[in-house]
């Protein structure tokens, strides 16, 4: 078992920045790769950002290409989400996801690929 928790959720003002970090323990597997999404209320949950377990490749969400950042250090753990220019439209819960035993530079924006999920942390923007 995977377990993994996240951090540095919070209320800021619309333009206003966060950083979430993603830490995993438990079951060691080679390689993983990561994920966030994240699920406003009445609404269905949405990838945001995803990183290679190399570190290298990333792919975001077009919602918020250009202000949020994916990043990993060479520890690989744990993993962060830098977000800028925060809109009260970003508000929402935010989730990280984690698949072992990947290849290096792969991609996953589906949340069907992930094998274990954070609890949550809640972001709130005002407007």
């Known amino acids: 078992q995977v377990r993994l928790v996240e951090s540095g959720g919070g209320l800021v003002q619309a333009g206003g920045s966060l950083r979430l970090s993603c830490a995993a323990s438990?079951?060691?597997?080679?390689?993983?790769?990561m994920g966030w999404f994240r699920q406003a209320p009445g609404k269905e949950r949405e990838f945001v950002a995803a990183i290679s377990w190399s570190g290298d490749n990333t792919y975001y969400a077009d919602s918020v290409k250009g202000r949020f950042t994916i990043s990993r250090d060479n520890a690989k753990n744990p993993v962060y989400l830098q977000m800028n220019s925060l809109k009260p439209e970003d508000s929402a819960v935010y989730y990280c996801?984690?698949?072992?035993?990947?290849?290096?530079?792969?991609?996953?924006?589906?949340?069907?690929?992930?094998?274990?999920w954070g609890q949550g942390t809640q972001v709130t923007v005002s407007s």
């Open positions: 996801a984690f698949k072992g035993g990947v290849y290096s530079y792969s991609l996953y924006p589906s949340s069907r690929s992930y094998d274990y």
């Open positions: 438990g079951r060691t597997f080679s390689t993983y790769a």
